[in-house]
C-alpha cells in the first residue's frame, strides 16, 4: 500500500465530506499509524457523521489523548460525549478545549453548545460572546448568545444579541420567534409589522411560516386578540406538520408497552425515609409549571437543582443495551429484563453529583413521567412530584408553543385534538403509576398553588422530607439560570393569569372538550 496517497486521498475526502470514503482510508491506514491523532481525528469525525456514536467517542477520545493541544480533537471529544448524555464528561473535556479554542469562533459556538446541553449556561455564554466577538457577522452566534443570555435572565442582553441576529440574517426564522418570547409584548414592542412583511414574502418557506406564524400567535396573544392568535398558531403547527409523520398511534403503542412492563399485579412497596441524598423528579405534561415548581424547590437551602436533564433516560439506555430508543421498542419489558437496577441508579447519581454538591437536588424533566415506573426501581428513595394543570390550558399551552421539531417526543402537539389524545395517554399512565408505584408520586396541582401556594408548597416539601423554609416562597429571588421559553416569568411572583386562558380561545376548543369529555376526563368547567 502506498501510505502517502492513501493519506493524501484520505484529506481529499475529508475535505469534501467524502464520509464513506473517509472512513474506508482511515481504516488502511490506522494499523500502520495507530499512534497518529490526526487519522483518529478524521474517522472520529466520519463516525459521527454516520451516526456510529461509540465508535466515534473511540476514536475522537484516542485523537484528543495523542495529542491534547489541539483544539478541534478535545472540543469534538467533548462533543461526541455530550451526543452520548455524558455530560458531566462533556463539560470537563470542554473546559480542557476553551483556552486551546480561544482564536476559532465555530469551535467556541460549538462548545458554547455543549455547556448549554449540559445545563452549563455561564460558562456557555461566555462562549458564544467569545464567538461573537470573533465573528460578529454570523448570525447563529448572535442567537446563541442571545438564547443564553435569555436562561441567565438578562433579557435587554438577549434581546439585543437577537435583534443583531434578524439584522444580518433576517431569514433566521427561529430568532424572531425567541424575541416574540422574551416578554410581553405591547404596542410599542411588537413586531407584527416586520413579522407579516416577512411572511408575505416567503410564503413558499416551511420554516419562514412556521416560526413566523407562531411569533405573530404570541405576539397577538399578548395584545388581547385571541381569534387571530389562535389562526396564527394554527397555521404555525399546521406548517410544521406537513414537515413531520402522524404520531398518535405512534405514541399510544408506547403508553401500551410501558403499561404492560409495569404489571399491576407487581406494585412495588412504598418506600421508607429517604437518605440524605436521594434526589427529587419533578415530573408532567410539559407547559404545566413544572419549572415553577423546580424554582420553588430548588429555592430551598437545602435543594439544587440539576435542571432539565436526560441524565436518567440516557442511563437507562445505556443500561439496557438497546441499540434503538429504549421507548419505541415495542417489549419494553423485554428490553428491561436484565436491567441491573442498583447499578443504574449508582450510574445515575454518578452523572448528577459532579454538577451538585448539595445534599439534596431536582431534576426537572418533564417526560420524565414515562419514566417513572424505572425511576421507582433504580433510586428507591427518590421522590417525585407530579405536576397537573387544568387538561384544556394544558393541550392549549402544548399547542401555542413550538417544541424541538427534531425530537419525535413532541410530534403530538401539532395539532389540538392530537395534543387532546396525547394528554389522555398520559392521563392513564399517571392512573397506572399510581397502582403500581403506591405512595411514590405526589401530584402538586398548578391551579391549587397559584391560588393557595404556602399549603401547597408544605405539602410537596414534607412529601420531600424536607423541612419548611419561607425562601421557597419567595423563588422570584432565585437567581440560578434556567431554561425555560419564557425564563422571564420565573423571575416574578406567582400570579394567576396564566390560569384559565382556555376561556380566551373558548369558540375554538369544543371539539378538545368534547374528546375529553368521551373519555372521561374532568376539565372542571361548568357550562361550556
Same mark, same amino acid.
Given at each position: ?27 488502511? +491506514? ?8 490526526? &487519522? ?26 495523542? /495529542? ?18 455524558? &455530560? ?20 467556541? /459556538?460549538?462548545? !458554547? ?41 438578562? @433579557? ?49 418557506? =416551511? ?8 411569533? +405573530? ?18 397555521? *404555525? ?41 436521594? =434526589? ?13 415548581? /423546580? ?25 439496557? !443495551? ?43 424533566? =418533564? ?34 408553543? +413550538? ?16 395534543? !387532546? ?5 398520559? /392521563? ?24 393557595? =401556594? ?45 390560569? !384559565? ?23 372542571? @368547567?361548568? *357550562?361550556?
Amino acid at each position: 500500500m502506498d501510505s502517502s496517497r492513501t493519506r493524501a486521498r484520505l484529506v481529499s475526502a475529508f475535505e469534501q465530506g467524502h464520509w464513506s470514503m473517509v472512513e474506508h482510508r482511515a481504516r488502511q +491506514l490506522l494499523p500502520h499509524y495507530p499512534e497518529d491523532a490526526e &487519522l483518529h481525528y478524521m474517522a472520529g469525525i466520519a463516525f459521527l457523521q454516520h451516526q456510529r456514536m461509540s465508535e466515534a467517542l473511540q476514536a475522537l477520545s484516542r485523537a484528543a489523548q495523542l /495529542d491534547p493541544a489541539q483544539a478541534e480533537y478535545v472540543a469534538h471529544h467533548a462533543k461526541a460525549l455530550a451526543l452520548l448524555r455524558r &455530560l458531566v464528561e462533556a463539560c470537563e473535556a470542554a473546559d480542557r478545549a476553551m483556552p486551546l479554542a480561544q482564536r476559532d469562533p465555530f469551535l467556541l /459556538d460549538m462548545l !458554547g453548545v455543549i455547556y448549554m446541553q449540559a445545563n452549563a449556561i455561564e460558562p456557555s455564554a461566555q462562549a458564544f460572546r467569545q464567538a461573537v466577538a470573533l465573528r460578529p457577522d454570523i448570525a447563529r452566534f448572535r442567537f446563541n448568545l442571545g438564547y443564553a443570555l435569555t436562561a441567565l435572565g438578562d @433579557i435587554e442582553g438577549a434581546e439585543a444579541a437577537l435583534e443583531a441576529c434578524v439584522h444580518r440574517e433576517p431569514r433566521y426564522w427561529r430568532a424572531h420567534l425567541s424575541l416574540s418570547m422574551l416578554k410581553r409584548q405591547t404596542p410599542e414592542t411588537q413586531h407584527i409589522e416586520r413579522l407579516k412583511t416577512l411572511l408575505e414574502a416567503h410564503t413558499n418557506d =416551511p420554516g419562514a411560516q412556521t416560526f413566523l406564524h407562531l411569533a +405573530l400567535g404570541k405576539e397577538c396573544e399578548d395584545l388581547t386578540d385571541y381569534d387571530r392568535a389562535f389562526a396564527h398558531y394554527a397555521q *404555525g403547527k399546521a406548517a410544521a406538520r406537513r414537515t413531520r409523520p402522524a404520531s398518535t398511534d405512534r405514541d399510544k403503542n408506547m403508553f401500551d408497552a410501558l403499561i404492560r412492563a409495569f404489571p399491576v399485579t407487581n406494585p412495588m412497596p412504598e418506600p421508607d425515609a429517604g437518605p440524605p441524598a436521594a =434526589p427529587i423528579f419533578i415530573i408532567g405534561m410539559p407547559r404545566t409549571g413544572t419549572t415553577l415548581l /423546580d424554582r420553588i424547590i430548588s429555592s430551598h437551602p437545602d435543594v439544587h437543582s440539576v435542571g432539565e436533564t436526560q441524565h436518567f433516560a440516557a442511563a437507562l439506555q445505556r443500561a439496557s !443495551g438497546s441499540t434503538v430508543a429504549l421507548l419505541s421498542t415495542t417489549d419494553i419489558d423485554a428490553q428491561t429484563r436484565n436491567v441491573d437496577w442498583t447499578r443504574l441508579g449508582e450510574d445515575y447519581m454518578a452523572s448528577v453529583h459532579p454538577v451538585t454538591a448539595e445534599p439534596r437536588f431536582t431534576d426537572k424533566m =418533564p417526560h420524565n413521567f414515562l419514566y417513572a415506573g424505572f425511576i421507582a426501581r433504580a433510586l428507591p428513595h427518590a421522590r417525585i412530584l407530579c405536576l397537573r394543570r387544568n387538561p384544556l390550558d394544558t393541550c392549549l399551552s402544548n399547542f401555542r408553543h +413550538l417544541f424541538e421539531l427534531e425530537s419525535g417526543y413532541y410530534d403530538y402537539s401539532l395539532d389540538l385534538l392530537d395534543t !387532546g389524545r396525547y394528554y389522555i395517554q398520559f /392521563d392513564r399512565l399517571m392512573a397506572h403509576w399510581h397502582k403500581v408505584l403506591p405512595g411514590r408520586i405526589h401530584e402538586v396541582s398548578y391551579d391549587t398553588l397559584v391560588d393557595n =401556594p404556602e399549603t401547597v408548597i408544605r405539602e410537596a416539601l414534607a412529601f420531600c422530607d424536607l423541612p419548611w423554609d419561607d425562601a421557597c416562597l419567595h423563588f422570584e429571588s432565585n437567581h440560578a439560570p434556567v431554561k425555560t421559553p419564557k425564563a422571564w416569568q420565573v423571575r416574578t411572583p406567582i400570579f394567576k393569569t396564566a390560569r !384559565g386562558q382556555w376561556k380566551h380561545y373558548e369558540s375554538h376548543v369544543h371539539e378538545l372538550h368534547e374528546l375529553f369529555e368521551r373519555e372521561g376526563i374532568a376539565t372542571d @368547567i361548568p *357550562g361550556i
